[in-house]
């Protein structure tokens, strides 16, 4: 159990760029998620995966966000035109199956300038 | 809508002392409630889950608790100590096929020497 890994782990870009955020879960957790956090608030949920099919999405998730999980492996999160509001710390998590805990990999920091 | 508060915001205590981090949830519907760890700029560490239908979990110098009619959950963190000055949230997830936590806004804490 190698945990979850995220990379990078800070990204400066400069506004209207593209960035794109990679999360490799615990091997053999079938579910993975991302959520964002801004400073001095709880994460909040963006969308998850069951294996490779993408089950929800929430309405913070615009459609300059995409997210996917081939494979159902590792998960790749994009922005498009990066905006400053995008500012925040995106948190990968993944879990095995609905009872066990979620376990959260240490972020990928957005820096809009 | 569910919504989970944690008060106070912030809390300092000297070492050694017994405390209790409260977590309040509005919709008894939960399947499970999670309290995890953040240091500053980290990820969250996962700490203590409690499935619905139990009462309480313990692991070492931490007990949490969750009494679900009350949507009320608290986390008891025995002999403080500095190391274990962190941010600590609690989050819910709903029942259902829908495995997304709400989190609290958390509660940082800070343990003097």
């Known amino acids: 159990d190698t945990g979850v890994s995220q990379n990078p782990r800070h990204k400066i870009t400069k506004r209207g760029q593209n960035v794109t955020f990679r999360c490799d879960p615990i091997?053999?957790?079938?579910?993975l998620y991302w959520y964002r956090q801004t400073l001095g608030q709880g994460p909040e949920f963006l969308t998850y995966f069951q294996n490779e099919a993408q089950l929800e999405k929430s309405r913070l998730l615009s459609d300059r966000f995409s997210a996917e999980r081939p494979k159902g492996s590792f998960s790749t999160l994009e922005i498009q035109r990066t905006e400053q509001g995008d500012s925040a710390m995106y948190l990968c998590a993944s879990s095995f199956g609905t009872q066990q805990p979620q376990h959260f990999g240490d972020g990928t920091r957005l820096s809009i300038l | 809508k569910q919504e989970v508060t944690q008060i106070p915001a912030a809390l300092s205590v000297p070492e050694g002392e017994n405390l209790v981090l409260n977590c309040s949830f509005t919709?008894?519907?939960?399947?499970?409630l999670q309290w995890f760890r953040q240091d500053p700029g980290k990820g969250l560490t996962s700490l203590l889950l409690?499935?619905?239908?139990?009462r309480e979990q313990t692991s070492g110098r931490l007990n949490a608790s969750l009494d679900k009619s009350s949507g009320r959950s608290t986390l008891y963190i025995a002999a403080s100590q500095p190391g274990d000055s962190a941010t600590y949230l609690c989050a819910v997830r709903p029942n259902g096929a829908n495995s997304k936590l709400t989190f609290g806004k958390g509660i940082t804490l800070s343990v003097r020497p």
């Open positions: 091997s053999e957790h079938n579910r």
């Open positions: 409690i499935q619905s239908s139990q």
């Open positions: 919709d008894s519907a939960i399947y499970n």
